[in-house]
């Protein structure tokens, strides 16, 4: 037995020697651990919770994950607060599938669920991005009462505002009762992670708290700097930095100043946020913050120029980030001269290419469209992760090379890195472009096998790119192509889109017209009317596929329910579908 372990084990001991040495912070040793761990089942203490709770977490800090299951079970009983503890030891320890496989086993044990159980299962399916299951552990914490649980309650804010679903993450907000300072910023953080016309709600929801007497903290102004900086909201980003001020919240804080100058450079106050960074102690954070944002909103150029201001005249140290934003300027400038003086200043330099900068390289060398050079940078990278197989995935698709994207996706999960949601994203939206039904469906049964169909994005990609196939081989007359794309639609997707309907149905028509036979228009017509009943363009978009068939009772029928229902087109508009939208032209 090791040292470090023969000083905490000895033989006729009871349990409190052991516990002044377990603990994550003494766990830097699996085999002494497992000599430790050894040496209490020897004393016959194995089935002691609290010992055993310990171990467990020495286990999972260390990513023994296959021990650390042992050794719950070991000690497994039906005493809630020792299951819950060992999820909240177990997610921290970043296995939040393991929490789920524990949450499970409550539930069939009947053990029950108490408000931590509830609240780090949902944390693990955010981590996760399991829309469905997550809605369905909402429906537990519903039956139980427990969604209006702070805790509950924020990791459903959580949930739903990960997964871009704000109008369930307010809902979710509104049911949490008692709200603190934290529930408040939780909903504020998930509206400044989504980037859309509901992110106005974080200033409402502030204004709110403040009517509670709650105070805003540092947390709080960050992430209300974030939404004003999306937004383009000067006045309401001033009135954060006035607040901040009259209060002395983050005086001297590093990480509020440096939302403050990519605020106001979101802005485009760019003159505001120079005066700012000026003020303020002069660190790598502070410029990053102010290069990121001169990058985002087009200022290359500028992002160049403060670059060298920030080496030469004050003298600030570069890190990584830095070096990351620079050469992104250079992608959005096209500037693979630029980039490539970057990348020989780097080598000059002997500063090593980590995954985040070579793949900021990567990106800026597909831009300017010098794919070999970019595959070339990304073979020569001794770790890679999923964020680097996701840009050179795209920049495959981006040049039209499906083939090798394809290729690159088998790579990545030969060499074990997991795709992410944005993997998958890519390679649908690339199809769709591209309208190629073939490789559409082989990504759709890929995003099936692997869990990914339960995003609500992929879904929707997944719609999107069927619509683009419908359109393509409409076009072209194929009505068996047509026939096959409303098989995959009706009997796989998850929900039925009414803009992918409406698709098949206008592309049915069209075979139609040419080929002689609208069955095909007229069922997915039926189905249409099922969830499309006051839409006065599907209406005349059906009526019309019954009249190709001759069967004029039927067509006047739907346009004669739709005169009583009171739908009518106003003159001169007519109804056109694409792949993207349907837009009333007038």
């Not at 040496?39 to 089935?47: A, E, M, P, S, Y």
């Not at 709650?214 to 992430?223: C, G, I, Q």
Request: net charge neutral; glycine share 8%; hydrophobic share 40%.
């Amino acid at each position: 037995m090791s040292a470090g372990a023969s000083s905490c084990a000895h033989p006729g001991l009871g349990v409190g020697p052991f516990h002044s040495h377990l603990g994550p912070q003494n766990c830097s040793d699996v085999r002494s651990l497992k000599e430790l761990h050894a040496h209490v089942l020897t004393l016959g203490l194995g089935r002691d919770v609290v010992l055993g709770s310990e171990i467990l977490i020495c286990y999972a800090s260390l990513g023994v994950l296959p021990k650390t299951r042992l050794c719950f079970q070991g000690f497994l009983n039906d005493d809630i607060s020792h299951w819950s503890s060992a999820m909240v030891d177990i997610f921290r320890a970043g296995y939040p599938d393991e929490v789920i496989l524990l949450y499970r086993g409550l539930k069939l044990r009947q053990i029950g669920l108490d408000e931590k159980t509830v609240t780090f299962g949902l944390k693990s399916y955010t981590e996760l991005r399991n829309f469905l299951s997550g809605k369905g552990m909402h429906v537990d914490s519903l039956k139980l009462g427990l969604s209006r649980d702070k805790f509950v309650g924020c990791s459903l804010v959580g949930l739903y505002s990960k997964l871009a679903r704000m109008d369930e993450s307010q809902k979710a907000f509104e049911e949490i009762l008692d709200k603190d300072i934290v529930s408040y910023t939780s909903m504020i953080t998930g509206y400044s992670e989504n980037v859309d016309s509901t992110s106005w709600n974080a200033f409402e929801i502030a204004s709110d708290m403040l009517r509670s007497n709650l105070e805003a903290n540092r947390v709080t102004l960050v992430s209300l700097l974030q939404v004003s900086g999306n937004l383009g909201a000067i006045r309401e980003g001033k009135s954060i930095h006035c607040y901040s001020i009259r209060r002395e919240i983050g005086v001297s804080d590093e990480v509020l100043e440096t939302s403050l100058v990519h605020m106001y450079t979101r802005c485009g106050a760019y003159q505001l946020a120079s005066a700012v960074l000026k003020n303020l102690k002069q660190s790598v954070a502070s410029w990053n913050a102010m290069l990121a944002g001169l990058t985002q909103t087009g200022q290359s150029r500028n992002a160049i120029h403060y670059f060298s201001d920030m080496l030469h005249e004050h003298k600030v140290i570069p890190d990584s980030v830095t070096y990351a934003n620079v050469i992104s300027a250079c992608a959005e400038l096209h500037n693979s001269g630029l980039a490539a003086s970057v990348h020989a200043y780097l080598i000059r330099r002997s500063i090593p290419l980590d995954v985040v900068l070579a793949t900021a390289l990567i990106e800026v060398y597909l831009k300017c469209t010098r794919v070999m050079r970019s595959r070339h940078l990304f073979d020569q990278l001794m770790v890679k992760d999923v964020v680097s197989y996701n840009t050179m995935i795209y920049g495959y698709l981006q040049s039209g090379m499906a083939n090798e994207a394809i290729a690159l996706l088998k790579e990545m999960m030969a060499e074990c890195i997991a795709p992410n949601f944005v993997t998958v994203l890519s390679l649908l939206a690339s199809i769709a472009d591209h309208k190629d039904f073939v490789r559409g469906r082989w990504i759709h049964g890929f995003a099936i096998r692997h869990g990914f169909y339960s995003d609500v994005d992929i879904a929707n990609q997944i719609i999107h790119m069927y619509s683009g196939c419908v359109h393509a081989f409409s076009e072209l007359g194929h009505l068996k192509g047509v026939k096959q794309i409303h098989c995959f639609v009706y009997r796989t997707l998850l929900e039925k889109d009414t803009k992918t309907t409406n698709s098949l149905i206008t592309a049915y028509a069209k075979c139609g017209r040419t080929h002689g036979n609208t069955m095909l228009g007229q069922i997915i017509g039926d189905e249409l009317l099922e969830f499309e009943q006051q839409n006065p363009g599907t209406c005349a978009l059906v009526s019309d596929v019954f009249a190709q068939k001759g069967q004029w009772t039927k067509s006047a029928n739907i346009r004669n329910r739709a005169k009583e229902s009171g739908l009518r087109k106003l003159p001169g508009s007519s109804l056109i579908e694409s792949v993207e939208e349907a837009n009333n032209l007038r």
